[in-house]
């Protein structure tokens, strides 16, 4: 994800935008709207939206109405989240970058926050693990691959497959570089490297694909 230089809250509830004002707080620019209305993405500006669930129209999963209409757009997640009023993966598929709990601690919001603004899923792993399994069946042995995924597999080196489960296990950018004993930077640099032999924008399009193409990971 290249450099955010704005975070819009859209949040529809009486209650200061205490998220807003913290991220504010540390340096970050921030645009809090308050109706619908207001959200005019632009082309121009690579902004990150967050959304709240509460006070926002719903539909039966718990994901606000407005979602759909800004994903195409921009990245976005989903904070003051009542965690038993939403369906997280159906969130997480949708691409929504991930969820800030109403009821998570400070700290752990904001931990949460700089990590979705690094290009990082927030959501819990084991759903990733539960969402990759899921997707692991044995009629995708028979199905023919195109042309396009069976050149992106062939591109693919040893170590970038392995990068590609360790980010589908819910692993992050920290915990990959240790678990492979290289640098923060060098575990960005594969990163986007897959990125670019996958067509993916993002760690969500990157999970979609590998969970399309997990059982020839080991194969091809």
């Not at 290289?182 to 760690?203: D, G, L, M, P, Y």
């Amino acid at each position: 994800m290249d450099k955010i230089d704005e975070l819009v809250f859209l949040h529809q509830v009486s209650s200061p935008c205490e998220l807003g004002l913290w991220a504010q707080s540390l340096g970050l620019r921030v645009r809090i709207v308050h109706q619908v209305d207001e959200l005019e993405p632009d082309p121009q500006r690579n902004s990150f939206y967050f959304i709240a669930q509460q006070g926002a129209a719903v539909d039966k999963d718990g994901m606000p109405l407005i979602v759909p209409h800004l994903l195409p757009y921009v990245p976005l997640a989903l904070y003051l989240v009542d965690r038993h009023a939403i369906d997280a993966e159906v969130a997480l598929l949708q691409g929504v970058q991930g969820l800030l709990f109403s009821d998570d601690r400070q700290d752990l919001q904001l931990i949460g926050l700089h990590e979705m603004l690094r290009d990082e899923l927030w959501y819990d792993r084991t759903l990733l693990s539960k969402v990759l399994r899921r997707f692991i069946t044995p009629q995708q042995s028979s199905q023919s691959l195109d042309q396009e995924t069976v050149s992106a597999l062939q591109k693919l080196t040893g170590r970038e497959r392995t990068i590609i489960k360790l980010v589908s296990s819910g692993a992050r950018n920290k915990e990959i570089a240790a678990h492979l004993f290289i640098s923060e930077h060098t575990v960005k640099a594969h990163i986007s490297s897959i990125f670019r032999k996958t067509q993916s924008r993002n760690r969500v399009e990157l999970l979609r694909w590998s969970q399309a193409n997990a059982a020839y990971f080991e194969c091809c």
